[in-house]
């Protein structure tokens, strides 16, 4: 009896799990690729001529929700950068899980929209995305290089110009879908409050943008503000940038643009010498035919400081990228690509310009 008894509620459990587990779902995408480097200046000046097998924002998350009732419920998500390609993850990490977190939050959503708190893209950078100008996010087309405030150019996106920055800390509101438009604000406090106490308070960084999808058209808007008042600083100003993303698709066809203006632009995020102006512009295609699909980028950007002494890191900035891909996807879920990137690097005052060409075989698997 007692044996009939257990039988019976370990089958109980087996079928009452899925229902406890029902909002719950692991998910992921492992992106690696094989690429070779033929760049004439690279981090310091120097030049990098090597292949390497790399790991391209792979990632694992757990994401779910629980009904609170009265169209309210819980939500959250953990995601982790995963390191597929066994060597470094390019954020100073050799083991399988990188440093880095994704968009990491916990938050309420209901018919009102959605509230979260963590680690989350900011609504300039959902925005920049929702104009769908990514034609292979992640891979060397990739048009942004990252949390990364200076400028500085990424290895693994020589032909990116746009800034995204995923921030710590958010405080995000994204309201519902209102006949294809959506709009997200963000505040950020500071918390890493700078050598004079300034950055102390709970919206020091804050951003805001604005989506539209529908009959084939996609655009984004968005802008931020960062403090940037560091150590150093000559002044309290914030770096503003703002961004404009648009895209068509039509028949077998996507043709798109996108825009970026910032002002007081860090030089250093630790000098704090904020004086450059700066822009960024993009042209994109894709042409899919099939399962497969050819994608074509071409990039423009231009840093402007203030002064300008020759031969130094503080003259004007000019760079020009373009990139090839083709790609095949077996399913929905797997695709491999080869991919052409060039960039060139055009200093004021300095004698011989930069050449940066990458090639890229990859193969991407999402689950």
């Not at 503000?225 to 940038?241: C, I, K, R």
Request: hydrophobic share 35%; charged share 20%; with cysteine.
């Amino acid at each position: 009896m007692n044996k009939k008894l257990l039988a019976a509620a370990v089958a109980a459990a087996v079928v009452a799990a899925p229902a406890a587990f029902a909002e719950s779902t692991v998910y992921g995408k492992m992106h690696t690729s094989i690429d070779m480097y033929d760049y004439d200046g690279y981090g310091n000046g120097n030049g990098l001529d090597n292949w390497e097998v790399n790991s391209r924002a792979s990632r694992l998350g757990f994401k779910g929700s629980e009904d609170l009732g009265n169209g309210l419920k819980a939500i959250y998500q953990i995601e982790l950068q995963v390191n597929s390609g066994g060597g470094s993850d390019g954020q100073g990490s050799s083991s399988f899980l990188g440093k880095s977190s994704r968009n990491t939050f916990v938050g309420l959503a209901g018919d009102w929209g959605t509230f979260l708190v963590g680690r989350h893209d900011t609504p300039a950078k959902m925005a920049f995305y929702a104009g769908g100008n990514e034609r292979l996010g992640d891979s060397i087309l990739d048009l942004n290089i990252g949390n990364n405030l200076n400028g500085t150019e990424s290895k693994n996106a020589p032909i990116g110009v746009f800034h995204e920055y995923r921030a710590d800390n958010a405080i995000a509101y994204v309201t519902p879908n209102f006949s294809g438009f959506t709009a997200a604000v963000a505040i950020i406090p500071g918390e890493d409050s700078d050598v004079s106490g300034s950055r102390d308070g709970i919206a020091d960084h804050y951003s805001a943008g604005i989506m539209y999808k529908g009959n084939g058209l996609k655009v984004g808007a968005g802008y931020s503000s960062y403090d940037l008042d560091g150590p150093g600083a000559t002044n309290s100003d914030s770096w503003e940038v703002a961004n404009i993303s648009a895209s068509y698709t039509f028949n077998n066809f996507s043709i798109g643009g996108a825009y970026e203006d910032g002002s007081n632009m860090p030089s250093s995020y630790t000098t704090g010498n904020k004086d450059n102006d700066y822009w960024a512009a993009a042209a994109t295609g894709k042409y899919t035919f099939g399962n497969n699909a050819v994608s074509a980028v071409y990039t423009h950007s231009k840093r402007e400081p203030d002064s300008c002494n020759n031969g130094s890191n503080s003259c004007d900035t000019k760079k020009d990228g373009w990139g090839l891909a083709a790609e095949h996807n077996f399913s929905k879920r797997t695709k491999v690509y080869a991919a052409y990137a060039s960039a060139s690097n055009d200093q004021d005052g300095v004698d011989s310009d930069e050449d940066n060409d990458a090639f890229s075989l990859g193969m991407i698997h999402s689950f």
